[in-house]
């Protein structure tokens, strides 16, 4: 026994001293992705656009941080240090590039139920008069935040025990009608919570099941208590920010920098409110004292922790989902990768240290991240500016702020939830490509809106699974023929040295989101590799063996990777999708990918034996009809036609000659 337990520790030591300077170094890469961009970073070319970027963000995030404070039912300030910690932490270990992090609406609005259920104000037995000590708040204050803060906590620590466990890579489970019928009921929430503001009602806290509905009851039951004063700013403010947000959309190309409406509005409606002293001559609610400074760190309650534990998931979930999905998107548009395990570090980590500095739970926000795209930011610099100016606003301009109108705030966040709120359109395309999907989107909204954010995800991950299994059990997954009779009549039909550099790949799965993935990265390392070798193959043990695509072309094992580039030919690949017996909206998302990648490496792309549902479905969402023909009812007229065409082409340039 204590030779095992020798042998045991004497393997770990031999591990340690195995370890060398450059595999600490590319952990390092690897793990810290600023240390990556950060040393080649371009002054002359960056700095400028990125300087811009990062203004217009700390414009946007200084009114979006308060809301999203007061969302949280906690005092605004902390929705200042909300915006600057986080943005720091994801600067230096995310992978997004363009991507915004900082307070966040949705899960602003999940830690606010636990703030409302453990230090509610009817069992608040603090007064005002009552101080911490911190920052001149109450105690009152301060034990919200400290709710705020264990969430956020928690939430982290969730986040960075999926990144140990490799969950990243469980995220194929989040599917776009999925995640974008969550956000937009959750938006649905945020607006909800935020209409007692617009009306200038008081109105108990209401949360749980159905809690959507209570909420416009007791509206409608008060409605003689809505004031007129805030209803009336409320009007002007949303037709202000929307009719200028519009204009700076629509010109943007035309204008360098977009109006900064949302930071007018507030400076207005402050200094508007300062000269009238409308909090006392017409009661409108006033955000109030914004003390200045940060206080020093402290440790969030962990004797709360486990009555948070609801919440803390919901943010931990949420909030990457929404996170990973704007990640994804700008590494896409802007052609740069991002690794789905390491956003899931980052973003529990700037859930995790923030809370020590009096934080709420933070997320990437599709309002900002989208001005950042506008505004031709580079890199994470933009952000680090923006903390800069941030920290001008918490230490010089914050307790200037004191008299701008709840009722104007609450205009902000509904303004800034549009891009989430506009997601209704995307049922018309989920109507067109797949029902199943549309139904997917509206029953995950309807549990969304009737429960909540976490429960809709649930409820839309399960309900795609159970479908998925369901229709794979129906599904006829093989495709059954000759491949060596459909050879050889093909090199009948046309010159052998033509169809070396044609690819025929037989699709014998469904294509949908379980499986989109792999996929298209094997097709993409086909082209990878044939770019990357100009000799064939020819050891048999190195034939890559692909559950998805099946080779048919030159009679061997190596089809898929014996295509070579020709200097005179187009090479052309024959997608035979006879075996495709459904697919979802991701999957012709992917063919629709496909199709322009090879595109892009001059590489034709026919699909043969396509059912009429996904002609439709591709046309429809990928608007092809003026591409020239890539279907055919057959393997063969397919390459009838690539033969027909490479005859035209040389006929076209002997006539030339």
């Known amino acids: 026994m204590a030779g095992a337990k020798r042998r045991k520790k004497s393997a770990v030591w031999r591990k340690i001293h195995a370890l060398r300077c450059e595999d600490i170094k590319l952990w390092c890469l690897r793990r810290l992705p600023m240390l990556k ?43 200042l240090y909300g915006s600057l910690f986080p943005v720091i932490i994801y600067a230096v270990f995310g992978m997004g590039r363009h991507v915004a992090t900082g307070t966040f609406a949705l899960t602003s609005l999940i830690s606010a139920n636990a703030v409302e259920r453990l230090v509610s104000p009817a069992s608040n037995n603090f007064t005002t008069s009552n101080n911490s000590g911190v920052l001149g708040l109450s105690e009152f204050e301060m034990q919200r935040i400290g709710v705020a803060a264990a969430v956020s906590f928690l939430g982290g620590i969730i986040q960075v025990a999926m990144f140990v466990l490799h969950l990243g890579s469980a995220t194929f489970l989040l599917t776009e009608p999925v995640i974008s019928a969550m956000t937009t009921g959750a938006a649905t929430h945020v607006v909800t919570s935020q209409v007692k503001y617009l009306l200038g009602m008081k109105m108990p806290y209401i949360s749980g099941p159905l809690g959507f ?65 409308m909090e006392y001559t017409y ?68 859930n995790v240290i923030p809370s020590f500095f009096f934080c709420i739970p933070s997320a990437a926000a599709m309002g900002r991240t989208a001005l950042l795209y506008s505004t031709g930011a580079k890199t994470q610099v933009a952000c680090l500016i923006s903390c800069i100016l941030i920290l001008v606003v918490i230490y010089v301009i914050g307790p200037m702020l004191y008299w701008l109108p709840m009722c104007v705030l609450a205009s902000v966040i509904v303004v800034g939830l549009k891009g989430m709120l506009m997601q209704f359109r995307d049922l018309k395309k989920y109507w067109n490509v797949d029902k199943i999907d549309w139904s997917i989107w509206v029953s995950t909204y309807v549990f969304t809106v009737c429960f909540a954010a976490n429960v809709g995800l649930l409820y839309g991950v399960v309900c795609t699974i159970v479908i998925v299994i369901f229709r794979f059990q ?97 090479c052309a690949v024959i997608l035979d999708c006879s075996g495709l017996t459904f697919f979802d909206y991701t999957g012709v998302s992917v063919l629709l990918q496909i199709y322009m990648d090879f595109k892009n490496r001059s590489i034709d792309v026919l699909l043969a034996h396509c059912k009429e549902s996904l002609v439709k479905a591709m046309q429809y969402n990928g608007n092809l009809g003026s591409e020239n023909l890539i279907f055919f009812e057959s393997v063969s007229s397919a390459i009838g036609a690539i033969h027909l065409n490479r005859n035209f082409s040389k006929l076209s340039d002997h006539s030339e000659v």
């Open 37 to 79: 961009w950060a040393p080649s970073y371009n002054l002359k070319e960056n700095l400028i656009p990125d300087t811009v970027s990062g203004m217009m963000l700390a414009i946007q995030q200084v009114p979006q941080g308060l809301a999203f404070a007061v969302l949280s039912s906690v005092h605004p300030v902390f929705g």
């Open 213 to 277: 509905f209570y909420i416009y009851a007791y509206i409608f039951e008060n409605i003689k208590s809505v004031r007129l004063e805030a209803l009336l700013l409320s009007l002007v403010s949303l037709v202000v920010l929307i009719l200028v947000k519009e204009l700076n959309e629509k010109f943007k190309r035309k204008i360098k920098v977009v109006l900064p409406i949302d930071l007018i509005l507030i400076i207005a409606t402050s200094i508007g409110c300062y000269c009238a002293d």
């Open 283 to 350: 009661g409108l609610e006033v955000v109030g004292h914004i003390p200045e400074g940060i206080p020093a760190p402290k440790a969030p309650s962990l004797n709360i922790l486990s009555e948070v534990v609801t919440e803390a998931f919901g943010v931990a979930l949420v909030g990457y989902v929404a996170s990973l999905a704007l990640a994804q998107g700008s590494a896409k548009q802007f052609k740069y990768s991002v690794d789905d395990n390491q956003e899931l570090l980052a973003h529990g980590l700037s």
């Open 474 to 570: 129906r599904a006829k997954t093989l495709s059954l023929k000759n491949m060596k009779e459909v050879e050889c009549k093909f090199k009948t039909e046309a010159d052998c040295e033509s169809l070396q550099q044609v690819k025929i790949i037989s699709v014998n799965n469904p294509l949908v989101f379980l499986n989109a993935k792999k996929f298209h990265n094997d097709l993409i390392k086909i082209i990878q590799k044939d770019s990357a070798s100009t000799q064939p193959h020819d050891d048999p043990n190195k034939c890559e063996q692909n559950t998805l695509l099946n080779p048919v072309s030159n009679g061997n094992c190596h089809g898929e990777l014996s295509l070579q580039p020709c200097p005179n030919e187009r």
